[in-house]
Antibody, heavy 123, light 107 residues
Framework: VQLVESGGGLVKPGGSLRLSCAAS????????MSWIRQAPGKGLEWLSY????????HYADSVKGRFTISRDNAKNSLYVQMNSLRAEDTAVYYC?????????????????WGQGALVTVSS | AIQLTQSPSSLSASVGDRVTITCRAS??????LAWYQQKPGKAPKFLIY???SLEGGVPSRFSGSGSGTDFTLTISSLQPEDFATYYC?????????FGPGTKVGIK
């Protein structure tokens, strides 16, 4: 299993950025996926999740209305479009695979993580 | 949103020590809790799910317990590679919040 984020960088406040997460080593279309971030020197913050088909999506209040999660199962890729970026969005952004229970009803954890992509919001 | 608190926020321990970290939820979450280990500059590593089930490949010195609002992560005999920050995460209700972390340092 491998998850590789890309698209990070420096962006001005109010700007936009799109992160990608390329998945390999597993059947991407079978798995729910999540985005998590970690501000410098701080803890982990769950941001969003998307179901395997893309039909179910949830966001943290801190990014709702500004960030949009999506996926392309044909390309084995997960995305997050980040708009109206603020200084407090500066963080390392991780994508992670969601483990569900055997019936596929309940989340159990985030079992594989990418290496992270740094997003810096600064003028 | 469900809030998770962890105690202590940091601790110092020696190799061979038994270490216990507590995670408390602001409301009941059944057993929908996971634990992760994170080392500096690295992505978190999945340790425990469903409050007490050990992820494959994780050493048996790690164990988890609890249900409802109170949970613990125990390292039975601390090893040099266990010095890291540990996070709990709840999956009972969206958003799937993380605890603030507990840093385990060398005494």
């Amino acid at each position: 299993v491998q998850l590789v984020e890309s698209g990070g960088g420096l962006v001005k406040p109010g700007g936009s950025l799109r992160l990608s997460c390329a998945a390999s080593g597993f059947f991407f279309s079978d798995y729910y996926m999540s985005w998590i971030r970690q501000a410098p020197g701080k803890g982990l913050e769950w941001l969003s999740y998307i179901s395997s088909s893309g039909s179910s999506i949830h966001y943290a209040d801190s990014v709702k209305g500004r960030f949009t999660i999506s996926r392309d199962n044909a390309k084995n890729s997960l995305y997050v479009q980040m708009n109206s970026l603020r200084a407090e969005d500066t963080a390392v952004y991780y994508c992670a695979r969601c483990r569900l229970d055997s019936r596929g009803w309940y989340h159990l954890g985030l079992d594989y993580w990418g290496q992270g992509a740094l997003v810096t919001v600064s003028s | 949103a469900i809030q998770l608190t962890q105690s202590p926020s940091s601790l110092s321990a020696s190799v061979g020590d038994r270490v216990t970290i507590t995670c408390r939820a602001s409301q009941g979450i059944n057993s929908a809790l996971a634990w992760y280990q994170q080392k500096p500059g690295k992505a978190p590593k999945f340790l425990i799910y469903d409050a007490s089930s050990l992820e494959g490949g994780v050493p048996s010195r790690f164990s988890g317990s609890g249900s409802g609002t109170d949970f613990t992560l125990t390292i039975s005999s601390l090893q040099p590679e266990d010095f890291a920050t540990y996070y709990c995460q709840q999956f009972n209700t969206y958003p799937h919040t993380f605890g603030p972390g507990t840093k385990v340092g060398i005494k």
